[in-house]
């Protein structure tokens, strides 16, 4: 059974202490280090090579997205990062986002959400809620993004599928196509559109306009 390491970074120690039980308690989840703050994050994360990092998305020196951004952008193979934060709506979520997280958790998650979603990401998936993205970007309003010109008709059909949330399993179901075919279209709108992962792919449809935060 391959066990998925994971990074608790968290300025409260008692959150740390409830995510590491609930984490603990998985025989395929196990916690390597905790950190009290985003400045910790990167002498631990080449130490021990945690596959998903639990980000704080509010801590008093580096915060979540610095450290997101900081991660992403230095570590040779950087784990996936799951942002935690007591409000969807808060603007930091979004940063957060942006920089590279791969979806965020609320606090008050409960124990079975939490391990599904360091699953779902450990195995590159992403952690999409198109409802929470939608209030962010409309709460920001939109700019122009010549990417998505880029995009084929049936590239753009798969983005705003995958903005509605859709796995790549239902987007072929919808579509009458093979799985593989959807993933590669999937990827190359991630490449047309310089996006990590499909949380980023997702943000930048609505902020373009090509995806309406109403619709």
Same mark, same amino acid.
């Given at each position: 059974?391959? /066990? *998925?390491?994971?990074?608790? &970074?968290?300025?409260?120690?008692?959150?740390? *202490?409830?995510?590491?039980?609930? /984490?603990?308690?998985?025989?395929?989840?196990?916690?390597?280090?905790?950190? #009290?703050?985003?400045?910790?994050?990167?002498?631990?994360?080449?130490?021990?090579?945690?596959?998903?990092?639990?980000?704080?998305?509010?801590?008093?020196?580096?915060?979540?997205?610095?450290?997101?951004?900081?991660?992403?952008?230095? +570590?040779?193979?950087?784990?996936?990062?799951?942002?935690?934060?007591?409000?969807?709506?808060?603007?930091? &979520?979004?940063?957060?986002?942006?920089?590279?997280?791969?979806?965020?958790?609320?606090?008050?998650?409960?124990?079975?959400?939490?391990?599904?979603?360091?699953? =779902?990401? +450990?195995?590159?998936?992403? =952690?999409?809620?198109?409802?929470?993205?939608?209030?962010? &970007?409309?709460?920001?309003?939109?700019?122009?993004?010549?990417?998505?010109?880029?995009?084929?008709?049936?590239?753009?059909? &798969? =983005?705003?599928?995958?903005?509605?949330?859709?796995?790549?399993?239902?987007?072929?179901?919808?579509?009458? *196509?093979?799985?593989?075919?959807?993933?590669?279209?999937?990827?190359?709108?991630? #490449?047309?559109?310089?996006?990590?992962?499909?949380?980023?792919?997702?943000?930048?449809?609505?902020?373009?306009?090509?995806?309406?935060?109403?619709?």
């Amino acid at each position: 059974m391959t /066990v *998925v390491r994971v990074l608790i &970074v968290d300025d409260d120690a008692l959150v740390r *202490v409830g995510l590491r039980t609930i /984490v603990d308690a998985e025989p395929d989840l196990e916690v390597v280090a905790e950190a #009290g703050d985003g400045s910790e994050v990167p002498p631990l994360v080449a130490r021990h090579r945690p596959d998903v990092v639990l980000m704080d998305v509010r801590m008093p020196d580096v915060d979540g997205i610095q450290a997101t951004r900081h991660l992403l952008a230095t +570590a040779a193979a950087p784990p996936r990062v799951i942002v935690v934060t007591t409000f969807e709506n808060d603007d930091h &979520v979004y940063d957060a986002l942006r920089a590279g997280a791969s979806g965020f958790l609320l606090k008050r998650a409960r124990p079975a959400e939490v391990v599904d979603a360091i699953r =779902l990401v +450990a195995r590159g998936d992403s =952690l999409l809620f198109p409802a929470a993205i939608r209030r962010l &970007v409309a709460a920001r309003g939109g700019t122009a993004d010549r990417r998505t010109a880029r995009l084929t008709a049936r590239e753009a059909e &798969v =983005l705003r599928l995958m903005a509605a949330g859709l796995s790549n399993a239902e987007i072929a179901e919808r579509l009458v *196509v093979g799985a593989e075919t959807v993933k590669t279209h999937v990827g190359n709108v991630l #490449g047309k559109l310089g996006a990590r992962d499909r949380v980023q792919a997702v943000i930048t449809a609505y902020e373009s306009g090509f995806v309406t935060p109403a619709g």
